[in-house]
């Protein structure tokens, strides 16, 4: 059973859009969930994350929004740029516990 | 400078052989982690190790095997290699406990088996 869920799989926005990114869980332990971007042909690197104790974490740009309730989250790219394509993967982890739970990722395209 | 490094970045080896892949980190972060990335599927855990010689099994581990003999330095062996191995496979390091939040990762190395 996958613990991280994302959707959509891909998403193409026109520049100086809204771009919103999907992400579920399963496991209501999970308390810190960070979102890696990644570019082709690179490793994934950390964008921002928030722990389960806040509801929303901004980051210039990027904007997490966090429903414990639910066990969702979201991920908002405000003004979006073309240097912001790649593949976003929301993870999370229980505290004080290495292993992160990756989704599947969402492949960002902006158009200019 | 803070990296994690991989070598080869690209590798092409024939069902049966051997493959070694390395990774290094200059951190001394004592937690470890390989993954593989297949399309549509996101990062799977391999193995993670703690420590040297402190490794335990992923969500994925076989058909694979790992050495930690130096903090620093942590490698991904296939014995008898798979065509269904045929993947990117990606490294990371990141401090031990709460304060290992972040995981930072090297750039991959594509392998195909042929």
């Known amino acids: 059973q996958q613990q991280v869920r994302q959707s959509p799989q891909s998403l193409t926005v026109w520049e100086g859009e809204t771009a919103i990114l999907n992400c579920s869980y399963e496991?209501?332990?999970?308390?810190?969930f960070p979102w890696y971007q990644q570019f082709p042909g690179e490793g994934p690197a950390l964008l921002i994350s928030i722990r389960s104790v806040s509801d929303k974490k901004e980051d210039g740009r990027f904007t997490i929004f966090f429903n414990k309730r639910e066990k969702k989250l979201s991920l908002h790219i405000t003004d979006s740029q073309p240097g912001d394509s790649a593949t976003y993967f929301c993870?999370?982890?229980?505290?004080?516990?290495?292993?992160?739970?990756f989704g599947s990722g969402t492949k960002l395209t902006v158009e200019p | 400078d803070m990296k994690v490094t991989q070598m080869p970045r690209y590798l092409i080896k024939r069902m049966g052989e051997n493959v070694l892949l390395e990774c290094g980190q200059d951190?001394?972060?004592?937690?470890m982690y390989w993954y593989r990335q297949d399309p549509g599927l996101g990062l799977q855990l391999i193995y993670i190790s703690y420590d040297v010689d402190s490794n335990s099994e992923g969500d994925i581990p076989k058909g694979y095997r790992v050495s930690r003999k130096k903090r620093e330095h942590f490698s991904l062996i296939l014995d008898s290699a798979k065509t269904n191995q045929t993947s990117v496979y990606f490294c990371a390091s990141s401090l031990w406990g709460a304060g290992g939040a972040e995981q930072f990762f090297g750039p991959g190395t594509r392998l195909t088996v042929l």
């Open positions: 993870a999370a982890r229980m505290s004080n516990y290495n292993v992160l739970y």
């Open positions: 496991d209501s332990t999970f308390n810190y």
């Open positions: 951190m001394s972060h004592e937690t």
